[in-house]
């Protein structure tokens, strides 16, 4: 996590720490940051369970519907879930879904939504007066970040970091075994089944808080939302042409794919076929660590793709990048005309 967060992090860093790298067994904490982000523009600071109850419950009722296998993962059967599984089935008023889940759904997740690789975040996005207690106070830190550059791209990523945990439970098998695969033309990850495919997420959703939304070559703000003017592409660092080589296989893997302006991706000076420089390729590397170190499924499929241990991920990308450049396959020596100053 140091790794990630860096000398200086900023409030978006501690955040998507948080999402991303802190292991899972139950679903809690995304359906409390969804919920969080979604009440704090209100511009209210003290939330009452009650208040809080309604967007959580609706956010889980949401993921469950789609994935109902968390409570496998503990083997407890949790009140919160089954009320929403009651409610599901026409058995409870939507009502009676709330007041159950402010009695029953925050007993754990609100105690333990800042802790990361067993210890707690410098930094806090809301704080209880003490357990049991009936509100939470949002922090001038979760508002400050919701109203910067980032705040909009952020339900976007728990939505994507929430899918992907859920695929992974859902499929039933050991994180070992699930591969994610990109589909080029729609821009989805995808899980290949046997008799079908699992479509995940949008690649931009997924990738976006590793590279802490910025763009991967000259470290400007990009956006994930569809209809912003600063939509990030989606770009192959080793370009696809190199496919026709059998260099840099897979070449529409994870791995290779990062999110680029489109100033950079394609504008005029932009990288298009070529291969950036290879200072670049160590800033690869080092994203692609923060990959590896969040946990299923998108770590095992890099893992798989490009090698079981660091130094041999390293190899790989420089082995990749030797044979491209020493064939003089494509110009190896693009840079952009100006960086911001480095995020990772």
Same mark, same amino acid.
Request: include cysteine.
């Given at each position: 996590?140091?790794?990630?967060?860096?000398?200086?992090?900023?409030?978006?860093?501690?955040?998507?720490?948080?999402?991303?790298?802190?292991?899972?067994?139950?679903?809690? $904490?995304?359906?409390?940051?969804?919920?969080?982000?979604?009440? %704090?523009? @209100?511009? $209210?600071?003290?939330?009452?369970?009650?208040?809080?109850?309604?967007?959580?419950?609706?956010?889980?009722?949401?993921? !469950?519907? !789609?994935?109902?296998?968390?409570?496998?993962?503990?083997? +407890?059967?949790?009140?919160?879930?089954?009320?929403?599984?009651?409610?599901?089935?026409?058995?409870?008023?939507?009502?009676?879904?709330?007041?159950? /889940?402010?009695? &029953?759904?925050? *007993?754990?997740?609100?105690? $333990?939504?800042?802790?990361?690789?067993? @210890?707690?975040?410098? #930094?806090?996005?809301?704080?209880?007066?003490?357990?049991?207690?009936?509100?939470?106070?949002?922090?001038?830190?979760?508002?400050?970040? #919701?109203? @910067?550059?980032?705040?909009?791209?952020?339900?976007?990523?728990?939505?994507?970091?929430?899918?992907?945990?859920?695929?992974?439970? &859902?499929?039933?098998? =050991?994180?070992?075994?699930?591969?994610?695969?990109?589909?080029?033309?729609?821009?989805?990850?995808?899980?290949?089944?046997?008799?079908?495919?699992?479509?995940?997420?949008?690649?931009?959703?997924?990738?976006?808080?590793?590279? *802490?939304? *910025?763009?991967?070559?000259?470290?400007?703000?990009?956006?994930?939302?569809?209809?912003?003017?600063?939509? /990030?592409?989606?770009?192959?660092?080793?370009?696809? +042409?190199?496919?026709?080589?059998?260099?840099?296989?897979?070449?529409?893997?994870?791995?290779? #794919? +990062?999110?680029?302006? +489109? =100033?950079?991706?394609?504008?005029?000076?932009? *990288?298009?076929?070529?291969?950036?420089?290879?200072?670049?390729?160590?800033?690869?590397?080092?994203?692609?660590?923060? #990959?590896?170190?969040?946990?299923?499924?998108?770590?095992?499929?890099?893992?798989?793709?490009?090698?079981? =241990?660091?130094?041999?991920?390293?190899?790989?990308?420089? @082995?990749?990048?030797?044979? %491209?450049?020493?064939?003089?396959?494509?110009?190896?020596?693009?840079?952009?005309?100006?960086?911001?100053?480095?995020?990772?």
């Amino acid at each position: 996590m140091s790794h990630f967060w860096g000398d200086a992090p900023s409030i978006e860093d501690y955040w998507r720490g948080i999402i991303l790298f802190g292991k899972n067994v139950a679903s809690y $904490k995304f359906a409390l940051a969804q919920s969080l982000l979604e009440l %704090a523009p @209100g511009g $209210k600071s003290i939330i009452t369970l009650d208040e809080l109850a309604e967007p959580f419950a609706r956010h889980t009722l949401e993921h !469950l519907r !789609l994935c109902d296998s968390q409570s496998q993962q503990t083997n +407890v059967p949790y009140p919160f879930l089954e009320a929403c599984r009651h409610y599901d089935r026409g058995e409870i008023s939507y009502e009676e879904l709330i007041s159950i /889940t402010a009695k &029953e759904g925050f *007993k754990v997740v609100l105690d $333990k939504f800042h802790n990361v690789n067993q @210890g707690e975040t410098p #930094l806090r996005f809301f704080a209880c007066e003490r357990r049991g207690a009936k509100a939470i106070t949002l922090t001038d830190e979760l508002f400050g970040m #919701l109203s @910067g550059n980032q705040g909009q791209n952020l339900p976007q990523e728990v939505d994507a970091r929430w899918r992907l945990v859920e695929t992974a439970w &859902e499929l039933k098998v =050991s994180r070992h075994l699930i591969n994610v695969d990109y589909d080029a033309d729609l821009e989805l990850l995808f899980v290949q089944r046997p008799m079908s495919r699992t479509n995940i997420t949008s690649c931009r959703s997924a990738l976006n808080g590793y590279q *802490k939304g *910025k763009c991967f070559y000259c470290f400007g703000e990009i956006s994930i939302i569809s209809s912003a003017a600063d939509l /990030t592409d989606v770009d192959h660092f080793f370009p696809r +042409v190199l496919i026709n080589y059998r260099i840099a296989h897979p070449i529409d893997g994870i791995w290779n #794919l +990062v999110l680029a302006c +489109v =100033s950079c991706n394609r504008g005029v000076g932009g *990288k298009f076929d070529q291969l950036p420089q290879l200072r670049f390729l160590e800033r690869l590397n080092t994203r692609n660590e923060f #990959l590896i170190g969040s946990h299923h499924p998108l770590a095992q499929t890099l893992i798989r793709q490009t090698g079981d =241990s660091a130094p041999k991920r390293c190899s790989f990308l420089r @082995g990749n990048y030797t044979a %491209a450049k020493t064939g003089r396959l494509i110009n190896s020596n693009w840079q952009p005309a100006f960086e911001y100053p480095p995020a990772f």
